[in-house]
C-alpha cells in the first residue's frame, strides 16, 4: 500500500500552480506533466458573420455608454 500523496495543479511558465494548499507531507517529490493538444489560435476574421443578429452602430454605441454607465464613469 503507497502512501504517495497527489498534489493537483498545473505546470505555467516554470511555475508548478497547486490547485489548493499543499500538504504537510515531506518526502522525495516528481512532478509529472500530462501535456495537453494545443488549441489553434483563432482568428478574428473566423468570428465574421457568426452573429445571430447584427446589431446598428447606435445599438452598440448606447450599449457602450449603458456599461459607462454603469462602472461610474464621468
Given at each position: ?25 515531506e ?36 450599449q457602450i ?10
Amino acid at each position: 500500500m503507497s502512501n504517495e500523496v497527489i498534489v493537483p495543479g498545473r505546470y505555467v511558465d516554470h511555475t508548478f500552480i497547486p490547485e489548493g494548499p499543499l500538504p504537510d507531507a515531506e518526502g522525495q517529490a516528481e512532478l509529472r506533466i500530462r501535456p495537453r493538444p494545443s488549441l489553434s489560435p483563432v482568428s478574428v476574421f473566423s468570428l465574421f458573420g457568426k452573429a445571430k443578429r447584427l446589431r446598428t452602430a447606435n445599438e452598440i454605441a448606447a450599449q457602450i455608454n449603458e456599461d459607462r454607465n454603469d462602472w461610474g464613469e464621468p
